[in-house]
């Protein structure tokens, strides 16, 4: 119908078509109207009366279905995601953080930088993603709504082709930000501990964006869903570990342990000041053999006691995969179950 509207060549094209056979007498492709007896039926098909196979109400299969769905969802994504104000904006950014952490100093006076450093890169990207997410569903609703009610694929395939398309492109670019930050701002030289602490990011990157469709799904209006997104995600910030270290006990006990970024942040602090780098004292206000040894050394472990990270690192990557997959499955139960004003997907 587009084709249509947009192309005058094939609208008249069609009516020309329709006209001409129009015209042309059909009753020569037709047959009579059978009695009820079987020697009525036509010789040359093989019916079977008894035959009560139930055809698909799908006329593709569910494979191709994904696929189709997967190489649209791909195109639209990529165009999307790989624009040119997300690249500048993401170089910016990079050179902006590289900039404003560049090669700090393996002392004590950059230990809360560098930790700064490795929230805000917890922080932005997850933000950007999240309300990706709330938007997408949003978007594309209506469009879903027409081609499901024509029976042209499953919600489960549109679904798990969404996931498989978007998920890999959305990455490429916290991945290169956070390369470029990571090394202009002289963290950990170990590679397997950035590639470790690269992985934690983007599993945050995912949570985050999870959340997004959760919330985008769950509210019928765009409105909803980005009040939502503001208040769980700054929630969710606050009590990350960085900003609030002192919450009162009956609030701590169990409200820190809800924060994906809990999880993410501890992991990145214990994977930065992990190995034998050897740090210089300088004014003993963080790290407290420092205080009565200005002049001295610390590692890596003497940090860790200050930070106090709860859980290990192995420990930290397993609730963070176990969110992204809880997040994932409630996003397609909502789809499924929860209805709109105006249907639902």
């Known amino acids: 119908m587009d084709l249509v509207n947009q192309d005058t060549t094939i609208r008249d094209d069609l009516k020309d078509a329709y006209l001409k056979n129009r015209l042309t007498p059909l009753d020569y492709h037709l047959t009579p109207e059978p009695s009820g007896k079987e020697i009525d039926l036509p010789k040359s098909q093989n019916i079977n009366l008894t035959d009560n196979k139930q055809e698909s109400k799908w006329t593709v299969g569910y494979l191709t279905q994904t696929s189709i769905l997967f190489q649209r969802n791909l195109l639209l994504t990529f165009k999307a995601q790989f624009s040119k104000l997300n690249c500048v904006q993401a170089l910016s950014l990079s050179i902006m953080c590289g900039l404003i952490w560049l090669r700090m100093d393996v002392s004590e006076r950059t230990i809360r930088d560098r930790a700064s450093l490795i929230f805000f890169m917890l922080i932005f990207w997850p933000l950007e993603m999240t309300f990706a997410g709330i938007l997408s569903f949003q978007n594309e609703r209506s469009i879903i709504q027409k081609e499901r009610a024509t029976g042209s694929f499953q919600l489960s395939t549109y679904y798990l082709s969404k996931c498989l398309s978007e998920t890999p492109l959305k990455l490429v670019l916290p991945t290169f930000s956070f390369t470029i930050v990571y090394w202009m701002g002289n963290m950990n030289s170990n ?155």
Request: with cysteine; net charge neutral.
């Open 191 to 345: 590679f397997g501990i950035f590639i470790a602490m690269l992985i934690f990011v983007l599993m945050c990157v995912l949570i985050a964006e999870s959340l997004g469709l959760l919330f985008g799904a769950l509210f019928g209006s765009i409105g909803r869903a980005w009040v939502a997104g503001n208040v769980i995600l700054l929630g969710l910030l606050l009590i990350g570990g960085y900003f609030v270290e002192n919450i009162p006990y009956w609030l701590s006990v169990w409200i820190k342990w809800i924060s994906f970024y809990k999880y993410a942040y501890d992991a990145t602090i214990q994977l930065e000041f992990m190995g034998d780098r050897v740090f210089q004292c300088v004014s003993g206000a963080v790290i407290e053999v420092c205080e009565n040894n200005l002049n001295g050394t610390f590692t890596g472990k003497d940090v860790l006691a200050y930070f106090k990270p709860d859980l290990s690192i192995g420990l930290n990557f397993l609730v963070l995969a176990g969110m992204f997959i809880v997040f994932r499955i409630a996003v397609y139960i909502i789809l499924r179950f929860v209805k709109h004003n105006d249907g639902r997907i």
